[in-house]
């Protein structure tokens, strides 16, 4: 009846360090998911503040009428330049 006792037992031990092992495994594998991930989230927090720098760079008045000038040959409004339409007249 001993024997069977130490078979059961020591199976049962074998099962709990093979347990151990797997649960330390899985830890580590979950570790380096968080550092990874966290790594990430770092990165995505620096493009985050690139892209609202760009934004407001680019939404700047005098940026945008520097490119209507240039590239669109636009010029600003001026009373010579201005027509008014009235209604049924000439």
Known sequence: MSAKLNVVLTALLVGCALSVV???????HLIDNLEKLATQQRQLEVDWAQLQLDQSTLGKNERIEQIARAELNMAPLSPARTQYLTEGGK
């Open 22 to 28: 797997n649960a330390r495994y899985q830890r580590n």
